[in-house]
């Protein structure tokens, strides 16, 4: 029995010292393989470093080229819409005064006519011909007169010259009468109405 019991032992010993050795082997392989990974290291390291600086210069270089490359862009843009505007401004102008003189060339026949007719009439006909014309560019180039006479007084179109009390019922908080016309252009109030309102 203590015979089975020794060679047991000594079995288990022999088992022992053979994970033993080979524990010591591996952890021998490690130290190896970490001396010589430790010894590659900071070689490896500072390439890795140099290389990482390098490719950061490079993206700061190419983010700075399309930095100012954006810039000079956006300056002339910048320019361009400037002179296209100022363009567009004065040829705008050109225009409105260009289509206006025909107007002013039937003002100077009627100028004229005025002196030399004495048929107030005919005078008179021409002069609201050449005021229906002048209405009708206006109303071309987006220019209404704002209803005034009759109608609620709205803050938004009409200014209040003066109050006056209104002769019928029915008019009261109605505009009486209009001092001066008012006008819109494409819906925007470029003159307001000055109106006489009812109280």
């Known amino acids: 029995m203590s015979e089975k019991k020794n060679k047991k032992r000594d079995v288990e010993i022999a088992g022992a010292a053979e994970l033993s050795s080979d524990v010591q082997e591996n952890e021998q392989d490690t130290i190896v393989a970490e001396s010589d990974a430790e010894g590659q290291e900071p070689m490896s390291e500072t390439d890795k470093l140099t290389a990482e600086i390098a490719e950061l210069t490079a993206k700061n270089e190419k983010l700075n080229k399309d930095y100012l490359l954006l810039m000079a862009d956006f300056d002339n843009y910048r320019k361009r819409t400037l002179r296209e505007k100022s363009e567009l401004l004065k040829s705008g102008g050109e225009n409105c005064l260009k289509d206006i003189l025909p107007v002013v060339d039937d003002f100077e026949r009627g100028l004229a006519a005025l002196c030399e007719s004495s048929d107030i009439e005919a005078v008179k006909e021409g002069m609201t011909l050449i005021y229906n ?38 008019l009261k908080g109605k505009v009486i009468d209009c001092v001066q016309k008012g006008y819109t252009m494409n819906d925007k109030v470029i003159r307001f109405a000055k109106v006489v309102v009812g109280e």
Do not use: R
């Open 133 to 170: 014309k002048f209405k009708n560019y206006l109303g071309q180039h987006g220019i209404q007169e704002i209803p005034a006479a009759g109608e609620d007084f709205n803050t938004e179109y009409h200014e209040a010259v003066t109050m006056f009390p209104a002769p019928q019922p029915e």
